[in-house]
């Protein structure tokens, strides 16, 4: 199994490789060359199916033994006996908890994952790396947990100064590790994550700290997150099953095509997009056009651009990277991007639906769940729920991902319900820790000195 990027023009790469370049030299993102099947499985436990499902994508780069203990390590952070437990709310209507990790949001599944594998790798190599990624909010601190704790790792979080929950930057800012530093960026997410590829693309900068990204353009990361899919199909009864997924930069989305590219019953993805609704005017329209960021109740999902639908761009053009590269930059220079109809009617109208849900909508969703069944949702969570709702009644079951804890946007959950959700217990003391990051505005070479400074490889 080897990996090409989605832009046609980097060196084809093994696993090992991938996992610690991100994105690859010509700003493309990396792919696997095929779409291996699915393994046959039964009541073996989330860890068992997780090594099981990713082993093929390892390009034999990993001991099986090795790779399985990680698994075990990484999921033993959950505190559900049932690791993503399915929670039925109503006819065919489920949501599947993803937020039973460290930092209580489903990046947790797999960050818990990447951080362990490349301790692995790196101690391996005998090398250290720099870690940069930009966060709308949790994929910081579910980063920052997966490797706190690695002897040659270095990690530094770009997140917008006053667009995250106090929970959400209290996650990032009150770890104490040496290798670990977060900056809140005078911005929005767009330009965190604007700033974090201009460091990628600085080859010089790059070469000179070992640059390395966890942001959901790393391919392991969306590798990981297949596996729940092929979870919640199993725990249903292998039948055909609709997912519904609250999306940013769609990697989680990405990761049911993905499933479903390699066999499994993917009915439908419903796409749940916040007022920031790309995602769902492209899958209207077949175009996409940039707007403008506000801000959202549902924070993680306010994105300007969906930095993973390139890697569906890509199977659209039937794997074409140069078509997709000048598609990128003509969309980067007049933020529009319109897809042939032949090759949307192929790869996309199969499969996605998709649906916006504005702030008020969302907290009515929360206040019906919780209406309902006595249960306090977030307000990502909601989005997908309501995305689905939109759809109708459907023949087969449709799983909302909940993706964050309810404890994690505690504002929102006590607006819609009255109700203020408790944080769990491991995190009970979070508000009272002391704070520890370093502000500045979005300019590279300020955040690039800043980068350096830290760096202790
Ligand atoms: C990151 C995140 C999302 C969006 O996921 P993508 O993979 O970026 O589409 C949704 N909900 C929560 C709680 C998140 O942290």
């Known amino acids: 199994m080897r990996y090409v990027s989605t832009r046609g023009s980097a060196p084809e790469l093994?696993?090992?490789?991938?996992?610690?370049?991100?994105?690859?030299?010509?700003?493309?993102?990396?792919?696997?060359?095929?779409?291996?099947?699915?393994?046959?499985s039964s009541g073996i436990g989330y860890a068992a199916l997780a090594s099981a499902v990713m082993r093929p994508y390892l390009n034999d780069e990993i001991d099986d033994a090795a790779f399985s203990q990680m698994c075990r390590d990484a999921y033993s952070t959950f505190r559900h006996p049932e690791t993503v437990p399915l929670v039925e709310i109503g006819p065919n209507e489920w949501l599947m908890e993803l937020f039973h990790g460290p930092t209580l949001a489903f990046k947790d599944v797999a960050l818990q994952l990447v951080g362990r594998l490349f301790d692995h790798v790196l101690t391996q190599r005998n090398e250290r790396v720099?870690?940069?990624?930009?966060?709308?909010?949790?994929?910081?601190?579910?980063?920052?947990?997966?490797?706190?704790?690695?002897k040659n790792v270095d990690i530094v979080i770009l997140y917008p100064a006053g667009r995250v929950s106090d929970v959400q930057r209290r996650q990032m800012t009150t770890v104490v590790a040496p290798n670990v530093h977060t900056l809140a960026i005078d911005g929005t997410f767009d330009d965190c994550q604007d700033l974090v590829k201009a460091m990628f693309n600085d080859l010089a900068f790059r070469e000179e700290l070992n640059l390395s990204a966890v942001n959901s353009i790393n391919w392991a990361r969306i590798m990981a997150q297949i596996v729940y899919y092929v979870a919640a199909i199993e725990a249903l009864g292998n039948q055909p099953v609709s997912f519904s997924v609250p999306t940013g930069n769609f990697g989680n989305a990405l990761a049911g095509f993905i499933a479903r590219e390699m066999g499994a019953p993917v009915e439908k993805l419903i796409i749940g997009s916040n007022t920031n609704d790309i995602l769902t005017r492209f899958f209207d329209t077949q175009n996409m056009q940039t707007n403008g960021v506000v801000a959202t109740l549902s924070p993680s999902m306010d994105i300007q651009v969906s930095s993973n639908f390139e890697r569906l761009l890509f199977e659209m053009n039937d794997r074409d990277g140069l078509a997709t590269a000048r598609q990128m930059s003509a969309f980067r220079s007049s933020g529009e991007l319109r897809v042939e109809a032949e090759q949307y009617a192929i790869w996309a109208t199969p499969v996605f639906r998709a649906a916006r849900c504005d702030d008020a909508q969302t907290l009515a969703t929360m206040a019906d769940v919780y209406r309902q069944s006595g249960l306090l949702i977030d307000p990502h969570t909601a989005v997908g729920l309501s995305a689905a709702r939109q759809q109708g009644p459907s023949e087969v079951p449709v799983v909302t991902l909940a993706t964050a804890h309810p404890a994690k946007f505690p504002e929102a959950v006590q607006r819609a319900t009255g109700v203020h959700p408790e944080l769990p217990e491991h995190l009970a003391d979070l508000l009272e820790r002391p704070e520890q990051s370093t502000s500045m505005g979005k300019d590279l070479v300020t955040v690039q000195n800043f980068v350096r400074s830290v760096a202790q490889g």
């Open 130 to 150: 720099m870690i940069v990624g930009a966060t709308s909010g949790d994929t910081g601190s579910a980063a920052i947990d997966g490797v706190k704790s690695c």
């Open 14 to 40: 093994g696993f090992a490789e991938v996992l610690l370049a991100g994105l690859a030299t010509d700003g493309g993102l990396y792919m696997p060359t095929s779409w291996p099947t699915l393994p046959v």
